[in-house]
């Protein structure tokens, strides 16, 4: 008599054991049939489209972007928050339309939008000069580790926007709806 593990290993191989029934295994047949590799009972063949290395560039840029432009609206609205409370001039109010930058830089990253992350990518240069003249007018350690950091800054945001311009306008709406897509932080 058979124990309930060699009737297991038995089905397993697909031998029929004092069955009625014998097993049946099928053969495929036509050329698209046999090119396809073998699945298992209920699995679904699912078209897999390949990133291109602008894509993945775009997908691995994208998130870091969107951190550096929220953190440049607090910093710039830092900025003129702590200019407001040295002197009540309306020069901290022009000052204010540097709010748009990152504002423009989260919303072009979110939506893959090339438009956006120019006028985010103007905003980088210009504060990066602002930050280097001032670092070099007072020659205070923060103040130049702050420029270099907005250098940093600019080349991340250029190579995201460079990326982006190189994937058509149909492609990056399809990136957005990619959720499977492994993708990892890059801060280089």
Known sequence: MMTPEDRHSAAERGEAMGEAMPVVQGTPIGNSAASAPPRPMGAVLV???PLTVEEQVVLNYRTVVL???GL?????LLNIIAGLAISRDLVWF???IFILGPLSGTLGAKHLNRSLVSVYFAFCNLKAVAETVFAI??????NIIFAVVQIWIIKIVATFLFALGRIPLQRRSELLDLKDVAV???YW
């Open 137 to 142: 007018y007072t020659l205070w350690l923060w």
């Open 94 to 96: 022009a000052l204010a």
């Open 72 to 76: 440049d609206f607090a910093t710039t």
């Open 67 to 69: 951190c550096f432009s």
């Open 47 to 49: 078209a897999v489209t």
């Open 184 to 186: 990892r932080m890059v």
